[in-house]
């Protein structure tokens, strides 16, 4: 209940869409966000989300710079082009609603 109460996000998303997730990003620090997205959203879309909300540089556009990627805590990393309620169907990131992500530079 705290992360619903705490999470950050686009308030036009229907309650029925939002999925909720800790972001922690691993740099220098080691900081950590509650924040809801749309299921419906991709991956991609989500990691522009969180360097906003997170003020991170994203230079994903850009073609020799370092990217912003999502991983599952055990390292998996989630593909840009997949919707969120399909990796959440995926077996094979072990994520849920909930759960925890967390974002760096690759």
């Known amino acids: 209940m705290k992360l619903k109460m ?24 080691e900081v950590t966000i509650p924040l809801f997205f749309s299921n419906q959203h991709t991956v991609g879309k989500i990691i522009d989300v969180i360097a906003k909300e997170m003020k991170l540089k994203n230079e994903n556009h850009i073609t020799n710079a370092k990217k912003l990627c999502l991983f599952t805590l055990d390292k998996t990393l989630l593909p840009v082009d997949v919707k969120l309620k399909d990796v959440l169907l995926n077996e094979t990131f072990e994520l849920n609603n909930f759960g925890n ?4 530079y690759v």
């Open 101 to 104: 992500m967390v974002i760096k």
């Open 6 to 29: 705490k999470a950050k996000g686009d308030q036009s998303i229907p309650i029925e869409e939002r999925i909720y997730f800790y972001i922690t990003m691993l740099e220098n620090t």
